[in-house]
């Protein structure tokens, strides 16, 4: 069985799949292990896989910011234009609809009148959302350097 980090191919699945689920049996299964319920938890007893872990976890909460961060500027500097498009169609059909970047909608109501009415997300609550993710950001930095440099002194 090849070796990676220390850890083998299956107890590196064994990782990846019970961070995707939580469910020590399951990732256990998948992974391949012949008794998934015993070998699973002895698995998360062991100091090597709980680092492991601890890695992917941060990984996925470092990739959770990004596409948080994506989201929070497409919604501040998105393009609307689709959506204009869309109240201007008479009767658009599915395919013609599921083209359409409609990332900016935040609700789609057709009134007794007939008419279509759009309400868009807060650009600038967007926009704050950016700045303060920039602000934490920046905070996080010099909590950092002043712990590096052995300032205890609190801001």
Same mark, same amino acid.
């Given at each position: 069985?090849?070796?990676?980090? !220390?850890?083998?191919?299956?107890?590196?699945?064994?990782?990846? *799949?019970? @961070? !995707?689920?939580?469910?020590?049996?399951? $990732?256990?299964?998948?992974?391949?292990? #012949?008794?998934?319920?015993?070998?699973?938890?002895?698995?998360?007893? #062991?100091?090597?896989?709980?680092?492991?872990?601890?890695?992917? *976890?941060?990984?996925?909460?470092?990739? *959770?910011?990004?596409? @948080?961060?994506?989201?929070?500027? #497409?919604? $501040?500097?998105?393009? =609307?234009?689709?959506?204009?498009?869309?109240?201007?169609?008479? /009767?658009?059909? =599915?395919?013609?609809?599921?083209?359409?970047?409609?990332?900016?909608?935040?609700?789609?109501? #057709?009134? /007794?009148? !007939? @008419?279509?009415?759009? /309400?868009?997300?807060?650009?600038?609550?967007?926009?704050?959302?950016?700045?303060?993710?920039?602000?934490?950001?920046?905070? +996080?930095?010099?909590?950092? *350097?002043? $712990?590096? =440099? !052995?300032? +205890?002194?609190?801001?």
């Amino acid at each position: 069985m090849q070796k990676n980090n !220390g850890l083998t191919t299956k107890e590196k699945l064994f990782c990846i *799949y019970y @961070a !995707g689920s939580g469910k020590c049996r399951e $990732a256990a299964a998948c992974a391949g292990f #012949r008794d998934p319920e015993k070998t699973g938890n002895t698995l998360l007893t #062991r100091d090597d896989i709980n680092l492991e872990l601890s890695r992917i *976890y941060e990984a996925k909460n470092r990739n *959770y910011r990004q596409q @948080a961060r994506a989201g929070y500027e #497409r919604l $501040a500097f998105g393009n =609307i234009s689709d959506a204009i498009r869309l109240m201007f169609t008479d /009767k658009p059909d =599915i395919q013609e609809i599921s083209s359409l970047d409609l990332f900016n909608v935040a609700e789609i109501k #057709r009134p /007794k009148d !007939g @008419a279509l009415e759009i /309400k868009f997300f807060d650009r600038i609550k967007a926009l704050e959302k950016l700045e303060a993710a920039d602000n934490n950001e920046k905070q +996080g930095v010099s909590d950092f *350097y002043r $712990a590096l =440099i !052995g300032d +205890g002194s609190e801001s």
